[in-house]
């Protein structure tokens, strides 16, 4: 079965300083990655996704994330944050192995950058 | 091209009654899919719709159920309404494959049960 944990409920950061939201992921083979953002009162918004190739992708916003494999691990990182990336981030995971599963959302991770 | 559209956007029902709530996806997609979003749970999937047929389903009571017409239209259904199902429903399309974009989301339909 597939799954994502998103250890940190909460993320705190300056505005400016750089930020990172972890997630990782178990799926039985290679997996196919994704980050979504949600604002207040909004559905969920695509940011970046990995499928295969490079492990950095860049994605909207400036963010970026790396695809780890020997950690099972796919961080979402911003070089600088901005109080406007405020919001709640979602990491998704599905195995293509698995036939026409659904994604797999993790818990979220709410990033607050202070001003 | 026209996202995904959710009515309606906010709900008030009274528990024991029932709730129909509606999802439109983009133009080409034959995929929907619904999630409830609670703050404690995330996001649980419910089920998802592929021309007219449930391709999966989420582990939630017969409580819940949806159906998906010609259109790609979806709508799913929740009867005797608890407490409990006061969440955001979150409705996603997707074309054949989810290499693009993954899902794209609706703004969701806010439910709350009292």
């Known amino acids: 079965a597939q799954s994502v944990a998103q250890p940190e409920d909460q993320v705190n950061v300056a505005e400016g300083n750089p930020l990172t939201v972890k997630c990782t992921y178990s799926v039985s083979g290679n997996p196919y990655l994704f980050w979504y953002v949600q604002y207040p009162n909004r559905g969920l918004q695509f940011l970046l996704k990995?499928?295969?190739?490079?492990?950095l992708v860049k994605g909207s916003y400036g963010f970026e994330a790396e695809f780890n494999k020997s950690q099972t691990s796919f961080h979402l990182k911003k070089p600088s944050a901005l109080v406007s990336d405020s919001a709640l981030y979602f990491c998704?995971?599905?195995?293509?192995?698995?036939?026409?599963?659904?994604?797999?959302f993790g818990k979220g991770t709410r990033l607050s950058v202070i001003a | 091209k026209a996202g995904v559209t959710q009515t309606p956007r906010y709900l008030i029902k009274t528990r024991g009654q029932q709730v129909t709530l509606s999802c439109s996806p983009i133009s080409g997609h034959r995929s929907v899919s619904w999630y409830q979003q609670t703050p404690g749970q995330g996001l649980q999937f419910l089920f998802e719709y592929f021309s007219e047929t449930q391709r999966n389903k989420g582990n939630f009571p017969g409580r819940f159920s949806g159906r998906q017409f010609s259109n790609s239209r979806s709508e799913m259904n929740v009867s005797t309404l608890e407490l409990g199902d006061s969440a955001l429903y979150l409705c996603a399309s997707s074309g054949d494959t989810l290499l693009n974009y993954g899902y794209t989301f609706g703004s969701g339909t806010r439910l709350t049960v009292v």
């Open positions: 990995y499928i295969t190739g490079d492990n």
């Open positions: 998704a995971v599905r195995d293509p192995n698995s036939g026409n599963t659904p994604l797999v």
